[in-house]
């Protein structure tokens, strides 16, 4: 077991704090007690300690505890060989830009910071935190270690060369790249070298040592070991830096050949050896190719005065395309279930090479990854919607000298319901505590937690030049309070750094108070071991609180949104002010709900977003949340979330679903009855336990209703409780005006099976301008119309678009398994190198207008959607202009379309 391992298994992750504590056992500190250790012990303890200070900075901060062996002459002296290690870590001379030290009993702390991204003194930092990144380079005629700043650099020009094309993904030639302070013979003379079968003892070779070119002598003991140690290194910093040759025998200075007796080293075991230290080397392609490294080795015979002496040991090494490492890099990071884990080479190179993904125009920033804790995702919100500083003043405004409570409403009805509860909080508070009190049912929920029976409420104190403090508010004392109160407030703080991108000192107190006088304060386990935050970690004024706010106001409104899908990476998005009050709602107190949304409010988002929440509040599993919709392709995409069972409404009927506890309908105005009446088995479903009914939400917009029949929906009169979203927030502006205008036709003429009354929300809607985009509307024949379509998708694919970007809607499903054949003959005739395989695999961009209810794409194709009957025409517009987000293509056949003239109008 090598000593990275052995120092690995001592790190515990301790139990009963509302923070990740590290604790690496017994250490030796103090100057002089640290320079009495034997020398393998010193390293180790130091190996032990880095690890653990790796490990938090890259996950959000923390403490490391240590048990000192020792009673410190000088309290809080380290040692000056931890201090300087711990300076190199993380590339800075000043220790408090990450640590702090204190001594508590026989414990010696160090609080960790949260590493972040940015710059420290103007110098860049990398991404994440390593002990070692195990890459080099050749500078002159020495192997270099970068260091991580180094690393990154590196790592950043090879993705940017791949990016463009200038990397040779192939194999490299024989031929070593001259270097322009080399000599034209050096090269060509190593490669006639290394082509010989013998050289003489003591022979002066024709070159010295260079960029290309290192002497090495043989090990005089455990010469396969030695070889075994020094390969990786040479390995990686030749591949690294254009190639070049390994020779082992040779004497660096005079460049004689020395070899090694034949009797202490055997050519065979030697390859055997060389080759599998070359097959464990770890490498990483930013290019296509997926190339091995490409060398060859050589055992060269060595004679003296014409008879065999020994051996020399030759290894080329060709330049190459992407990164070789010694090793997989050291680096770590800690989790909740996972413990303490070293970083894979993929992992660690992704960690480095995050970066903020380019998103449409229609997205502005919230949460930059240069400027975050490693964890973070970046942050986006759509154009002309509130900014997280925007609704941190909305939902939890500070101003210095005044104590608030939020959200003041459910703070009030709290304490009307449970009396004693505002004396009980405000004892913790000193008589000039200034700053917010955050009131909820069960802040673990809303952390995506379960909740747990028997509490109160939750209040997150934040207030000047205090730490934030996390109370849960019990009736009585019971086994396992603090537990969750810790718990909770471990999982807060985490979620601040790691989601929020909070980069000050952070820490989250956690405490049980208890509303029955004849309770006592509970006990914590491990009490003993609790110890006082620095200072610094009081939130010193009110430019830090609300920082913390917004890093709050992140944890709470974010979601992972449906853009990720198609860029390939997680991307979190903001829910708007409303959306969140709807979900901030009492489930225990709004089993049954109507949600009215216009096209682009959010509908779908907040249907995910609820359903999280109920298995939260209700303790249940995913397969006792059943989401229903009409269409296949959005059932489809609620599945692969794997938050519920999804199905359509015509599955629904056909099963008794007798697990199902919850039931969450989306797109409802398009359901029909003609399979029996689904409401009233979705509501007899949820309401079988009569003690406890279950949660039925329903979301619907009768706008986009795309059919004649009876919905099965209540009479809208009996649609109550209803909330009303009316904030559209989804569409570039030419849009936004065209659906302005739709909504207005279908508003001046209702089909006869739309409620009125629905349609009174229109004067009340909110639309989000700034985002710029294009609507065309052409009447082409069926040729041009694929010709058009094909030549738009190659010019949006070469500027930087995905296919999953497109979509092309015929009017039926019929109409497009008759026609998208045509389109993709087209597309495959076209396609280009950049094209080809987007061509090739493009069936997944044709579906019917209504099958995409409730999807959306940044580009989309309407083919000719008239509709036979034209009551429901421009409600069929609606579902397709909706459906974009920023460039709308309505194409209609000349000799189809019986209401060109409406649509001509609109424009």
Aim: aromatic share 10%; proline share 5%; glycine share 4%.
């Amino acid at each position: 077991m090598s000593n990275m391992q052995r120092n690995f298994c001592s790190l515990v992750v301790e139990p009963y704090q509302p923070d990740f504590v590290i604790g690496i056992g017994k250490i030796t500190l103090g100057e002089t007690s640290r320079n009495n250790l034997q020398g393998n012990q010193k390293q180790q303890e130091k190996e032990t300690l880095l690890q653990a200070a790796c490990a938090l900075l890259n996950s959000g901060g923390g403490l490391i505890r240590m048990e000192m062996k020792e009673e410190i002459q000088h309290p809080g002296e380290m040692g000056l060989d931890l201090e300087k290690a711990l300076r190199e870590l993380i590339q800075t001379l000043d220790l408090q830009t990450f640590f702090e030290t204190r001594q508590h009993l026989k414990y010696f702390y160090i609080f960790v910071k949260s590493w972040s991204s940015g710059s420290l003194h103007g110098s860049p930092m990398a991404r994440i935190c390593s002990l070692s990144p195990s890459l080099y380079r050749r500078s002159g005629t020495s192997k270099w270690p970068m260091d991580s700043r180094a690393a990154f650099d590196f790592l950043k020009d090879k993705k940017e060369k791949a990016k463009h094309g200038l990397l040779n993904e192939g194999s490299s030639s024989n031929k070593i790249p001259r270097l322009a302070h080399q000599t034209i013979s050096e090269p060509n003379s190593a490669f006639h070298v290394f082509q010989r079968d013998w050289l003489e003892f003591n022979e002066t070779l024709p070159f010295p040592e260079s960029q290309t070119i290192e002497f090495k002598q043989f090990s005089t003991r455990h010469i396969q070991e030695y070889v075994k140690s020094i390969i990786p290194e040479y390995i990686s910093a030749f591949a690294n830096t254009g190639g070049g040759y390994l020779f082992i025998g040779v004497d660096d200075r005079t460049k004689k050949v020395l070899g090694c007796s034949k009797d202490k080293v055997d050519p065979v075991s030697l390859n055997i050896v060389v080759q599998k230290e070359m097959s464990k080397l770890p490498i990483f392609h930013f290019c296509s190719s997926n190339a091995p490294i490409s060398y060859s080795h050589k055992v060269i015979n060595v004679l003296k005065m014409g008879e065999l002496y020994g051996y020399v040991f030759v290894l080329k090494v060709e330049p190459f395309c992407c990164v070789v490492f010694s090793s997989a890099p050291n680096s770590w990071m800690v989790e909740e279930k996972k413990g303490i884990y070293p970083l894979t080479t993929e992992e660690w190179v992704r960690r480095m090479m995050d970066d903020d993904p380019d998103l449409p125009e229609a997205f502005e920033s919230q949460l930059h990854l240069s400027e975050s804790p490693p964890c973070c995702r970046p942050v986006y919100s759509r154009k002309g919607l509130e900014h997280k500083s925007d609704l941190q003043q909305h939902f939890f405004p500070v101003e210095p000298e005044h104590l608030r409570h939020a959200p003041e409403a459910l703070w009030k009805e709290l304490c009307k319901d449970h009396e004693g509860l505002e004396e009980l909080i405000h004892q913790q508070l000193s008589p000039s505590s200034w700053g917010i009190l955050i009131v909820s049912r069960s802040w673990a929920v809303d952390l995506n937690l379960q909740a747990r029976q028997g509490v109160i409420c939750d209040v997150l104190l934040i207030v000047h030049n205090n730490p934030p403090i996390l109370f849960t508010v019990l009736r009585e004392q019971e086994t396992g309070g603090q537990d969750y109160c810790t718990h909770t407030a471990f999982t807060l703080k985490q979620k601040l750094v790691n989601m929020g991108g909070y980069t000050g000192r952070l820490c989250v107190l956690a405490k049980v108070l208890y509303l029955s006088p004849r309770s006592n304060a509970e006990p914590v386990e491990g009490s003993d071991s609790l110890i006082n935050y620095p200072l610094s970690y009081n939130l010193a004024d009110h430019q830090q609180m609300e920082a913390l706010l917004q890093a709050l106001v992140i944890v709470l409104l974010s979601f992972q949104c449906f853009l990720g899908d198609q860029l390939g990476s997680k991307v979190l998005n903001l829910l708007t002010a409303k959306q969140y009050e709807i979900l901030s709602k009492n489930l225990h107190k709004s089993r049954e709900l109507f949600i009215h949304g216009l096209p682009g409010s959010g509908k779908t988002v907040m249907a995910m977003k609820i359903m999280e929440k109920i298995r939260n509040v209700f303790h249940c599993e995913s397969n006792k949340v059943l989401y229903i919709c009409e269409n296949q392709p959005l059932r489809d995409s609620i599945s692969e979330r794997k938050i519920c069972q999804a199905v359509t409404r015509k599955t629904f009927m056909n099963y008794d679903f007798e697990e199902i506890e919850h039931i969450i309908i989306d797109e409802a105005q398009n359901f029909r009855s003609e399979n029996g009446q689904w409401y009233l088995k979705a509501k007899n479903i949820t309401q079988r336990k009569k003690d406890c009914p279950g949660i039925l939400w329903i979301f619907l917009d009768y706008f986009q209703t795309s059919h004649l029949t009876d919905s099965g929906l209540p009479p809208f009169s009996a649609q109550y409780p209803r909330e009303e979203l009316n904030r559209v927030v989804r569409n570039a502006d030419p849009i936004a005006l065209y659906l302005q205008r739709t909504m207005q036709n279908i508003r001046e003429n209702p089909p006869y099976n739309i409620p009125y009354e629905s349609l009174q929300m229109l004067p009340e809607v909110e639309w989000v301008r700034g985002v710029s985009g294009s609507l065309k509307i052409e009447f082409l024949d069926l040729e041009a119309m694929v010709s058009y379509v094909t030549t738009k998708c190659k010019d949006f694919l070469k500027n930087g678009y995905s296919p999953k970007d497109i979509v092309v809607l015929f009017n039926t499903t019929d109409e497009m398994e008759k026609y998208q054949d045509k389109f993709l003959k087209e597309m495959r005739k076209r396609n280009t190198s950049q094209t080809n395989d987007a061509f090739i695999n493009a069936r997944h961009m044709f579906d019917s207008i209504r099958r995409f209810s409730g999807l959306e794409r940044n580009i989309v194709f309407g083919i000719s959607p008239w509709a036979a009957t034209p009551a429901i025409y421009h409600s069929l517009l609606l579902c397709l202009a909706s459906r974009a987000n920023q460039h709308l293509y309505i194409l209609n056949f000349l000799d189809r379309n019986p209401f060109i003239q409406d649509e001509i109008e609109v424009i």
